[in-house]
């Protein structure tokens, strides 16, 4: 906290107008607090001065932005297996549709052959022969 009348941030970044400007250098040579503070933000500045420039991206993207949402197919897919009523659901409509496929087209019966009933001649056995003593 220093008792400057301006900021010592605008005079380090000199955003001070020119009598503002000199009012602080006059405060900060008669104040041992300000020297001090102006000494740290002086090695602050020079600090942040020493890194080298950086082309800033040109691209920028949030987590919330609607590139990382998976495709809506892939959140219905996930959205789907992660539901134990849906998969229920599903799995008794499935075991229906089998149902009425396999009733509608099951095997046909076997032909039931009909035998035009002829007259039945029974022919029977002769008695056997006694032989003769
Ligand atoms: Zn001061």
């Given at each position: 906290m220093s008792c400057s009348p301006f900021d010592l941030k605008d005079y380090i970044l000199k955003e001070l107008a020119d009598p503002q400007q000199r009012q602080v250098e006059a405060h900060v040579k008669t104040c041992q607090p300000c020297q001090e503070e102006l000494a740290q933000l002086s090695l602050t500045e020079a600090a942040l001065l020493a890194l080298r420039d950086e082309e800033i991206p040109q691209r920028i993207a949030f987590v919330?932005?609607?590139?990382f949402e998976p495709s809506p197919w892939r959140r219905a897919l996930a959205a789907f297996w992660n539901s134990g009523a849906r998969l229920g659901f599903a799995s008794a409509a499935m075991l229906s549709a089998a149902l009425v496929f396999f009733a509608v087209n099951r095997p046909a019966p076997a032909p039931v052959v009909h035998v035009a009933s002829?007259?039945?001649?029974?022919?029977?056995?002769?008695?056997?022969s006694i032989p003769e003593a």
């Open positions: 919330s932005d609607p590139v002829a007259p039945v001649q029974t022919i029977a056995p002769a008695p056997p």
